[in-house]
Nanobody
Framework: QVQLVESGGGLVQTGASVRLSCAAS????????MGWFRQAPGKEREFIAA????????KYADSVKDRFTISRDNAGEKVYLQMNILRPEDTSVYYCAADRWVHRLTAPTSDRDFNSWGQGTQVTVSP
């Protein structure tokens, strides 16, 4: 079955950098777009970044554009989120997700486009 396992979260200071990883298994990873979302307590899940199946289309939320970078390693079946210049408002649980459709040309941005989710990894940014 599909498994997505996030790692790399933790407690960091404002301005620090963190790289999240998501290891995928149980499906043809190289055929699906992948995304990162986050959800803070009491808030709705928020789109952060997505990358299409071959990596030539990426999308970002305005709140993280120019600070976060999504990338993927199809051979290693992993997707990454490099997060730079972290702010306290980036504190959240971060989830990776797999697209429900194969070979989408552009990276999807709605959580309705994704049908498989990891368990999440906590990122806490102290002031």
């Amino acid at each position: 079955q599909v498994q997505l396992v996030e790692s790399g979260g933790g407690l960091v200071q404002t301005g620090a950098s963190v790289r999240l990883s998501c290891a995928a298994s149980g499906f043809h990873f190289d055929k699906y777009a992948m995304g990162w979302f986050r959800q803070a307590p009491g808030k709705e899940r928020e789109f952060i970044a997505a990358i299409n199946w071959n990596g030539d289309s990426t999308k970002y939320a305005d709140s993280v554009k120019d600070r976060f970078t999504i990338s993927r390693d199809n051979a290693g079946e992993k997707v990454y989120l490099q997060m730079n210049i972290l702010r306290p408002e980036d504190t959240s649980v971060y989830y990776c997700a797999a697209d429900r459709w194969v070979h989408r040309l552009t990276a999807p941005t709605s959580d309705r486009d994704f049908n498989s989710w990891g368990q999440g990894t906590q990122v806490t940014v102290s002031p």
